[in-house]
């Protein structure tokens, strides 16, 4: 162990605890608490949104990606930025007509209370299954920095974490994402300079090696229109399709990120802070993509055998490389990382499971200071309700072969229905309740039969669910009478 570097990361797991708790001062009700009282700037909303969409997987899986191919994540990067202007375009006028809390809320005002209730449990069951992947990421982290994998070192980094979503609520998360997601970017620049450093011949020596093994290439332009073909997941058309549509469904429906939207102070700012965090994302995977080339040409360079789990390359480099103080420092951001995001989905799950299920059930109804501050209590214990939940799937998700893919995978099947159904929401008026339910469940099936009966990579899948939801409920329209 590292002592100096253990006194880093615990400085800092302490301070961020403290830092988020103290917004809890001011908070007065479901306002404040899941929407931060509307008065974030926007450009702390687009470094939260960041770091949201980011997350250990990021950190842990792209530099696993590139040292292992090359970088076609690019691809679907570039997916991310169109799927942004049409979300400004489509999506975001309907979220500031009227005070919504949630995405979901839409779906009410559009279709009905079945609606409203369907994808908000889609969102439920998705969200909770891979925001567990990511809290199984950690463990990847604390296994190396600790050399165990015992979860009482994952347990902990959930509690803080709980602590101060549970005091600080939407501000809160808002407010340390901005500070976690500005240490990891940080902390990442810090080890590519370490580790070029630890490369003789320094970037040219990187650049002849690298570029001789084809690491640089990005588009992979061809298509032909065979299974072989789309069972690819990084070519050009692919990444473009599932970036795209991926990003429409978790940033246009997906309450994690639709409440970040929904906390700025009016569209203008929303559109903007969508529309910027596309700048900081594409910078930030160039950089954990261009890390896990340094670390090809290093192990290659030394003769080194890679671990046989690839996600484990860069988290154990930082570890057993890099000076102390600084592995410390590094580590420390992967972890804010992953709190950034389990704080996020846990307020995103508690203000789902309250405004859309008890809340529009009169659970919360009535009206005065008295009902609002029950209402903060319910949250609040909904809070740490969902914490549980998060803390038992990770421990229980143990056997993928990359997170990072795992949980783009998970968060892609049923992303496509939801995307399908708030597309039918906003361009179409025939489709009413029913035709909405059918599509929903017409596009689950498709996407299930897709994922256990073809080999057709995850990057296709919101595509398919998307066109299959939409065709189905239109089709189902036309018998509505």
């Given at each position: 162990m590292?002592?100096?570097?253990l006194a ?5 797991l ?5 830092f988020?708790a103290?917004f809890r001062?001011?908070?007065k009700n479901l306002?404040?608490y899941f929407?931060a009282?509307?008065t ?8 939260s949104i960041?770091?949201?969409e980011?997350?250990?997987?990021t950190?842990?899986g792209?530099p696993?990606?590139?040292?292992t191919?090359?970088l076609g994540f690019?691809q679907i990067?570039?997916?991310y930025?169109v799927?942004?202007i049409?979300?400004s ?9 009227g005070e919504?809390f949630t995405a979901?809320?839409?779906m ?6 079945r609606?409203?209730?369907l994808?908000?449990s889609i ?5 909770a299954?891979a925001e567990?992947?990511r809290v199984?990421a950690?463990?990847?982290?604390i296994s190396?920095?600790?050399g ?10 959930v509690?803080?974490?709980l602590?101060?979503?549970f005091?600080?609520g939407m501000?809160a998360?808002?407010?340390?994402d901005?500070?976690q997601m500005?240490l990891y ?6 080890s590519f300079?370490?580790i070029?450093?630890?490369i003789p011949g ?5 650049a002849?090696?690298a ?7 990005i588009f ?7 299974m ?6 990084y070519?050009?058309w692919a990444?473009?399709?599932g970036?795209?549509f991926l990003t429409m ?5 997906d309450?994690?990120?639709v ?5 700025a102070?009016?569209?203008?700012q ?5 529309l910027?965090s ?24 030394h003769h080194?055998?890679p671990p046989q789990q ?5 988290p154990e480099?930082?570890w057993?490389?890099?000076?102390v ?7 420390a951001?992967?972890l ?12 995103a799950?508690?203000s ?7 809340r529009?059930?009169?659970?919360a ?5 008295a009902g609002e501050?029950?209402?903060?209590r ?6 740490v309700?969902w914490g549980a939940?998060?803390?038992?799937i990770?421990?229980?998700?143990r056997h993928s072969?990359s997170?990072l893919v795992?949980?783009l ?6 992303s496509g229905?939801l995307?399908?159904v708030f597309?039918?929401g906003v ?6 309740e ?7 469940a017409?596009?689950?099936?498709v996407?299930?039969?897709v994922?256990?009966?073809?080999p057709?990579?995850w990057?296709w899948y919101?595509?398919?669910?998307t066109l299959?939801?939409?065709g189905?409920a239109m089709a189902?329209?036309?018998?509505e009478?």
């Open positions: 590292h002592y100096p570097d880093v990361i615990l400085v800092y302490l301070a961020i605890t403290w988020g103290r001062r001011g908070q306002r404040d929407l009282g509307r974030a700037p926007w450009w702390a909303i687009s470094l960041v770091s949201a980011t997350s250990t997987l950190i842990v792209t696993a990606l590139a040292f191919g090359n690019l990067v570039l997916g930025l799927a942004r049409v979300i375009v489509l999506f975001l006028p309907q979220y500031f007509r919504l979901y809320e839409l009410r005002r559009r279709f009905g209370e609606v409203r209730k994808t908000a969102f439920l069951v998705t969200r299954l567990g992947v199984f950690i463990s990847l982290v190396i920095v600790l165990t994998g015992e979860v009482a070192s994952i347990v902990l980094i509690l803080l974490t602590f101060y979503t005091e600080g501000t998360v808002i407010w340390t901005v500070v500005s970017v940080a902390g990442a620049a810090v300079f370490v070029l450093g630890h320094g970037w040219a020596h990187v002849a090696v570029g001789a093994a084809h690491k640089f290439r992979d332009l061809h298509f032909a229109p065979t072989a073909y789309f069972s690819q997941p070519t050009f990444g473009l399709a970036g795209c469904a978790s940033h246009g429906t309450q994690l990120m409440q970040r939207l929904l906390a102070r009016d569209e203008r929303s559109r903007l802070a969508l910027a596309w700048i900081v994302i594409f910078v930030q995977f160039t950089l954990f993509l261009l890390i896990g080339i340094l670390l090809y040409v290093y192990y290659a360079g080194l055998a690839a996600d484990r390359i860069y480099f930082v057993n490389h890099l000076p103080g600084v592995a410390g420092l590094i580590v951001a992967i804010a990382a992953a709190m950034a995001n389990i704080s996020a989905a846990i307020n799950l508690s789902t499971t309250l405004v859309d299920f008890l529009a059930r009169g659970a109804a009535e009206g005065g200071t501050e029950r209402s903060l319910w949250a609040r214990w909904w809070t309700g939940v998060l803390l038992a990770g421990i229980g998700a072969q997170v795992a949980g995978t998970i968060a892609s099947i049923p229905a995307l399908g597309l039918l361009l179409t008026r025939r489709p009413r029913t035709a909405a339910l059918v599509g929903v017409v596009g689950m099936a996407i299930l039969l994922r256990w009966a073809t057709i990579a990057t919101v595509l398919i669910g299959a939801t939409f189905a189902a329209s036309l018998f009478g």
